[in-house]
């Protein structure tokens, strides 16, 4: 028995001891769940998702690649918050950024009334404050929100001109949004009408540097038309509009098909506004083109929501009544019809015709205008001569009307409507009718045809709206094509310093006599060229202090746009700018080399910014990417001899630039010393 009681005391010993590591077992796996579901809900919840943790006892490991240092910190903290941080073991690493490349620069530039706002990432070097001072110079003070960071990177390839391209077309564009990167520039903005929009898509071409990516979505509001109007002629020599109105593409497309299966050919303005008096517009008008074109010839006009069909006299009775009945069956509810069948011509050897009053004016080549014909008494003689007076100018009217009180309703309508009309020709003549109104002539306007329809839809309201238009488009009388390009001011404007620079007397800011024809000349010049935006810029040699340089070419610069204020030169597209001896062109040492940078510079105002850019490229300083913004002007040193005489290659090297993105200016020389 002896035997058999210590056997079973050792098994009891034996099953404690095992009972005691099973629950020492499960209560450590039990505490290493707990922990470690714990610290996963806290890494999951701050959404730490480059750390794994595991347990170890009471201890957490905690294994992963942190991006930096600090996030590598925020961990422990963050684990260190629900376990003791004695027992958490850092095996994370932290990424290696020495080999890591830098980061995409880009800012993204929204201006409105309100202000302007730039958010992004940018070079430390381009400074954020020198970029917020230069746009609210350019924007004349807009209040501008500064959201920029800055990064201790390189200045990526690119970069400074895609930038300075961004800030001038944000002066442009007073409602836009612009994305900027190294290597592309976009824009998105609205302009205040078609051609506006036109201009600065023109411009913003010719500021745009070489090998950057440009991509511009201007839009413009759409035109109010009033009266909405639409006229569709067939005639011999072909179908054609005389004026075309949409309310939508869509609308347009519909109308321009509709055209081409009546017979027209070639491109086709067909402007889209607003006005329409019908959402059915397209419908209505396809309708109508149909109709007339089964007809031997005539046209038919939508004046808003009232249709005129004129048929050519021709024109068999039975086949105008089934068109017109079709045509009035087919047109939605809103549109009105009406529908004239002129009277044949009377046969030879018939009854003599009866008179039929007339109306003429003709408009010469030197803008006089000759009235001829019946007006029903002197008050309206008297009206009609003043119209034409206030249209066509009060010296340039000679009435040579005679009076008849016979003349039909309507008649004083119908000749003030075709002078009204006439007044968008250049030269032309004038017939008016009871049952025509006829008008030919030449202008320097493409939209003239659709003009004076428009005005005589307007004028004559219900009455017949018979009229023939013979308008013939001169691109030699269009004053916007004979404007001359933002390149060809410039060239002008060299090609006038390059036979007589400007000069200014030893010490003085007022130029000299013997440049002042040099002056006008270029006044003349800019009175063209009111939409190309210049800089007035100075520039001196080394001579003399360096501030009293400076201060010297901005007077001197001030002094030439001053010059051109008084020969009533509009200057709010002109600045001047004084860069003293900052931007040399030559060599300071000898007496040419300070003779070539004693000038004073006309650019265009995107160009100048051109050698002050790679300058600043070149020497890595902000401030000379800040100065590039503006252009120079004046000099302030030592004139020697022959200050006065031109010298060779006054303008500067890039000058001469055949790429949008190159420095365009025309350059003169001052001497002179401060004193």
Known sequence: MRLGQKIIIALIFVVAAGLSVVTSRVAVQWIEERTLAAVDRVIAFRGIDWVDATADGLRIRLIGTAPDEARRFEALSIVGSVVDSERVIDAMEVVDTSNMPPPKFSIEILRNDRGISLIGLIPAESESRIIVDRIEELTRNARVADMLDEGEYPVPEGWPEALDFAIEALGLLPRSKISVAADMVAITAITGSAEEKQRLEEELALLAPEGLLVTT?????????????????????????????????????????????????????????????????????????????????????????????????????????????????????????????????????????????????????????????????????????????????????????????????????????GLAAMSELETGALVVRPDLIRIEGETGSADARQQMARILSERLGKQDKNYELDVRYIEALDPSAALPTPRECADSIQAEIAKRKITFAPGSLEIDPESLPTVDAIARILDECTDVRFEIGGHTDSQGREEMNLNLSQARADSVLNALMARQVLTGNLTAKGYGESDPIADNDTEDGREANRRIEFRLLAAATDRAKAKAKAEGEAADKQAAATAPDGAGEEGGPGADEPTEGAAPADSDAEDPSSATGATGTTNGEAR
């Open 217 to 417: 979505d201007l839009t413009a509001p759409r035109p109010v038309i009033t009266p909405f109007t639409l006229r569709f002629v067939k005639e011999a020599e072909g179908p054609r509009f005389d004026a075309c109105s949409a309310d939508t593409p869509e609308a347009r497309d519909r109308i321009l098909e509709a055209a081409a299966r009546a017979g027209v050919t070639g491109e086709i303005d067909c402007t889209i506004g607003l006005g329409v008096p019908s959402p059915n517009w397209a419908a209505a008008v396809e309708t109508a083109i149909a109709k007339l074109d089964q007809l031997e010839g005539g046209n038919i006009t939508f004046s808003d929501a009232d249709v005129t069909l004129v048929a050519l006299e021709t024109v068999e009775q039975a086949d105008f009544d089934r068109v017109v009945g079709e045509l009035k069956a087919d047109l939605p509810e809103v549109f009105s019809v009406k529908a004239i069948l002129p009277d044949p011509p009377a046969e030879e050897g018939g009854d003599k015709a009866p008179v039929i009053p007339e109306f003429t004016a003709r408009r010469d080549e030197e803008g006089a205008l000759q009235m001829r014909g019946r007006l029903r008494d002197e008050m309206m003689q008297d009206a009609v001569t003043a119209f034409a007076q206030a249209k066509f100018g009060a010296d340039r009217v000679y009435n040579a009307t005679r009076l008849d009180d016979t003349l039909p309703d309507g008649w004083p309508v119908r000749v003030l409507a």
